[in-house]
């Protein structure tokens, strides 16, 4: 049983059913869960110094593969390749591209057309290329795996009430069925979780915009401090910009002061014209140590967790996912720095017994 489908839930489901498992996914469709209001950019460098994100050699090639393999069984694009063209908005940030170039790092490049984007984009200070970066196409796979699982009949869309979870020590039953193993994707849900709460959980608050741009070419992920990204499908000539990261907030709506910085960020950038159709707003289910959440309850063997994807579930959700069902299925080791074993003190100390 697999709680959430979110990008998490998506792909623990997709290599249970080709494992031949039998599985059941409940999810109540939310449309603010962070999977939903996410660009799905998988990107190789982090933050102002540029920095290769952890494991990004291991986690980018598997991730280009697992959206692309999902989405030919589904007859759908679940990903592309859609490299940044990072504006420098001063002469620093422009001084660390350059020197991150010249150190022969494999994802910062030079561009060498300068003048390219003129007629699109204000920018001052040049540009540069962060490359490969991918975009998983969420708005198309999501709802795609969602009909899949509601072909094959194994999708309750309803809310999962945890009061009515019995466990045993090597089942669990719940409204009548009984499995195995219950697995949480049910990312900011597990916050409140009494099995999983003691897990340093550290919600951050995202918002983004969405913007029809009619004359922009959707090839690239633009980036100038924020990130306007191309969306796919029935979406195509709305570009997603983004995001927030605010780790001190009183509540996940969005706010008029995102909106007006924003809107005025765009009006400096832009050369063309834009219209603002959407405000998005959610929480990211972050931790405090930056790494994901992954695998069985130390105290209790029936109940699991994938969760903990922060900023990073796009790239981090395939590669994970595969992890904890290679160890279910077939009890290989999940990575040490993911593994909730690394929580066993707190989780022994803090979780709630069997119930039989
Ligand atoms: C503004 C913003 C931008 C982002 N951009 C990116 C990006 O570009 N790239 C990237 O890699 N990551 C990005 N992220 C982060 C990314 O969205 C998350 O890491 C990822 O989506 C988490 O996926 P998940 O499956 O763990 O959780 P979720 O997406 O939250 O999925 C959980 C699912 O469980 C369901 N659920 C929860 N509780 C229950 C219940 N009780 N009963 C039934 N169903 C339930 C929810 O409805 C949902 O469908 C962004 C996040 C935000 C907020």
């Not at 050699?57 to 692309?68: E, G, I, R």
């Not at 109940?303 to 996912?321: D, E, Q, R, V």
Request: aromatic content about 12%.
């Amino acid at each position: 049983m697999i709680i959430g489908q979110g990008i998490c839930g998506t792909f623990l489901s997709y290599y249970l059913e080709k494992e031949g498992k039998s599985l059941l996914v409940i999810d109540d469709n939310n449309s603010n869960s962070s999977s939903k209001i996410a660009a799905g950019i998988i990107n190789p460098v982090t933050g102002r110094r540029l920095v290769t994100v952890w494991m990004a050699d291991d986690v980018l090639p598997f991730a280009w593969n697992a959206y692309n393999e999902i989405g030919q069984e589904l007859g759908i694009t679940a990903i592309s390749q859609k490299n940044i063209i990072d504006f420098f908005p001063n002469p620093f940030m422009r001084e660390n591209f350059l020197q991150k170039i010249e150190t022969g790092d494999k994802y910062v490049h030079a561009y060498p057309e300068q003048n390219h984007f003129n007629h699109l984009f204000n920018y001052e200070f040049g540009c540069g290329e962060i490359r490969p970066v991918y975009t998983a196409h969420l708005e198309t796979l999501l709802p795609g795996w969602r009909k899949h699982l509601n072909q094959t009949n194994v999708l309750i869309e309803k809310i999962f009430e945890l009061e009515k979870l019995e466990v045993d020590k090597d089942k669990i039953h719940y409204k009548g069925i009984t499995a195995n193993k219950i697995i949480f994707c049910d990312g900011t849900g597990s916050f409140e979780n009494p099995f999983f709460k003691p897990l340093p959980f550290a919600p951050n608050k995202g918002e983004a915009l969405l913007v029809e741009i009619p004359d922009l070419p959707a090839h690239h992920i633009y980036k100038k401090s924020m990130l306007l990204t191309p969306l796919e499908g029935k979406e195509a000539n709305i570009f997603w910009m983004g995001a927030s990261y605010i780790w001190d907030f009183d509540n996940a709506a969005p706010t008029p002061a995102f909106r007006e910085s924003t809107e005025q960020m765009l009006q400096q950038w832009l050369k063309i014209p834009y219209k603002i159709i959407e405000h998005r707003s959610g929480l990211r289910p972050a931790t405090l140590e930056r790494r994901p959440f992954v695998g069985l309850h130390p105290m209790h063997e029936s109940i699991g967790i994938l969760n903990g994807m922060g900023t990073k579930g796009c790239s981090l959700a395939p590669f994970f996912a595969r992890q904890l069902v290679d160890h279910l299925v077939y009890g290989m080791p999940i990575a040490r720095d993911a593994d909730i074993a690394r929580f066993k003190k707190i989780l022994a100390k803090d979780s709630p017994t069997n119930d039989h």
